[in-house]
């Protein structure tokens, strides 16, 4: 992850980068890095994997977890403990190991909703569960005058996203989803270099991600039907049949499986639909299953469509088409996500800037090599976006790394204090002086994404990702799923402004989730 940094160390590095004129975030015209001017109490909802890790980032700013809840409490008080102590070098993470310390002293709940209701002196909440439980838990939060850190992808739903911005504005708490890379420095040079115009008119933008790295594409356990006898080919080794006997398998291979002591399995259901507790969903390989994730496209969409999202002025598209290998399990009533997606998004004319269609690859997809790019660049198979210029091409990886310009004159011309950075870089590193390429001297202070909305908190400065900006990002990565689940081979048209498809009356119930008796927004 790229640490941002603070206000001082991000205008020295802009200046030796030469990047001219550059409009600093928001919350670093006011943010004040270092200790917070007061300790915040904290409550987590979500408290193992990525909750963890914005934990972490939230004890090294000097703020405190007061209160975690969490279907898995055991899982929770284990990442921290784990990640306390390197496993190679038996280093000690200071960090994590204050975490640890204060996850066991916390009031400690199973049920999210206990805490909201009973933990009255908490300044703010981060909702770090499953995606399918992420508004019910903000939204909640927020009603209760809580500020909200919540991870990506903001919501299940396109509903859902909006709902969220609407209750963010309503009650005006500090906000901020959990896209770190939007805070870096180098989020901010891919703006300024996109918003300079020597790039020419931007029409075309790809996204791209190995992910998933989870499960998908494959039917939910179950007990395997018998083979039916060989159809016209002659063999009755089908892919649906093939299919139907992993699902088998999975389940013989947990037969007896109940929860982990401690794990409440109806509360991790949550919203969603009950299902039977299997090992296969919990913990980190949720994201691929219907229930709880919404695949590849949620999980790093808010990383690879923000920035050009941001840099472009994008809004909300008014055309979607998608594409997939198959679902898993029923095309129906499909129990995970496909292995693969392309999806275009169509975004309509920005006053004098022309349209722009944004494709978005998974599953180990890629887009098309543009002319503009030199034949020995590689495009990063694991992530990367390129904005496709009339005068040149923008290419970074995931979270904003490594941003560059092609060709190499228009690099230059652009910003070309940066250029001489990076190469005296490599040249230093092929002397055997190797140091980075870009960002803060080694050593520098950081304030992090989780830090920099704990200091909004506290009225430092703004958080760079609040909702009324994330809403619409999430609603946006999310019209992919609904123009996939409206059937390939179409494309739905959105008015983005009333929330609804418009060529599809259909689909528009694809915008929203249904909620088990017992829950609602």
């Not at 919501?155 to 609407?166: D, G, I, N, P, Q």
């Not at 300079?196 to 008119?201: R, T």
């Not at 992919?480 to 179409?490: D, E, M, N, P, W």
Request: glycine letters at 12%.
């Amino acid at each position: 992850m790229t640490a941002p940094i603070s206000r001082r160390q991000f205008a020295a590095h802009a200046a030796a980068l030469g990047v001219g004129a550059l409009v600093l975030p928001r919350h670093l015209l006011g943010g004040v890095p270092g200790a917070p001017s007061r300790t915040l109490n904290l409550a987590m909802i979500g408290g193992g994997g990525m909750g963890a890790s914005n934990a972490s980032a939230l004890v090294a700013a000097g703020h405190r977890i007061v209160a975690l809840a969490d279907v898995d409490l055991a899982y929770a008080d284990k990442t921290a403990r784990d990640r306390s102590r390197n496993g190679q070098t038996g280093a000690v993470n200071p960090d994590y190991a204050r975490l640890a310390e204060q996850y066991g002293s916390a009031k400690r709940y199973t049920d999210f909703r206990r805490l909201i209701e009973r933990e009255k002196g908490i300044d703010g909440v981060v909702v770090a569960t499953p995606d399918h439980v992420h508004a019910v838990a903000a939204k909640m939060a927020m009603d209760a005058g809580k500020a909200v850190y919540v991870q990506k992808p903001l919501t299940y739903s396109v509903h859902e996203a909006r709902v969220l911005r609407e209750t963010a504005a309503r009650t005006r708490v500090v906000t901020q989803m959990g896209n770190q890379g939007h805070s870096s420095p180098e989020a901010q040079l891919i703006n300024t270099w996109v918003r300079s115009g020597k790039l020419g008119p931007v029409r075309t933008v790809h996204a791209w991600t190995n992910r998933p790295i989870w499960p998908q594409g494959v039917a939910r356990p179950a007990a395997a039907p018998p083979p039916e006898p060989a159809g016209w080919s002659g063999n009755a080794y089908t892919s649906r049949l093939l299919s139907q006997q992993l699902a088998g398998a999975m389940l013989a291979g947990a037969a007896g499986a109940v929860p982990p002591a401690g794990v409440d399995w109806d509360l991790y259901c949550g919203p969603a639909a009950a299902i039977p507790y299997h090992p296969v969903y919990h913990p980190f390989n949720w994201r691929g299953w219907v229930n709880f994730g919404v695949g590849a496209l949620g999980d790093m969409g808010a990383h690879l469509v923000d920035h050009p999202y941001w840099a472009l002025g994008l809004t909300y598209p008014d055309r979607v088409e998608a594409t997939s290998s198959p679902w898993g399990g029923d095309d129906a009533d499909p129990a995970s996500y496909p292995q693969a997606m392309l999806v275009h998004y169509d975004f309509p004319a920005r006053g004098a800037a022309p349209p722009v269609r944004m494709s978005w690859y998974d599953g180990g997809l890629m887009p098309e090599r543009p002319a503009a790019l030199p034949a020995d660049v590689r495009l990063d198979r694991t992530g990367g976006v390129l904005i496709v210029g009339d005068r040149g091409v923008l290419l970074h990886e995931t979270y904003g790394r490594n941003p560059r310009i092609f060709p190499e004159a228009l690099f230059r011309e652009v910003a070309p204090d940066y250029v001489e950075a990076r190469e005296r870089a490599r040249r230093g590193a092929e002397a055997g002086r190797a140091r980075p390429a870009a960002g803060p001297p080694a050593g520098a202070p950081a304030v992090s994404h989780e830090a920099q909305w704990a200091n909004a908190v506290m009225g430092q400065g703004a958080a760079s990702c609040p909702l009324d900006y994330a809403g619409p990002l999430t609603e946006t990565m999310l019209l992919g799923i609904v123009a996939l689940r409206a059937g390939q081979g179409r494309t739905i048209a959105y008015d983005g402004a009333r929330g609804e498809v418009t060529n599809a009356p259909e689909a528009n119930a694809l915008l929203r989730r249904e909620y088990r008796a017992g829950w609602s927004l």
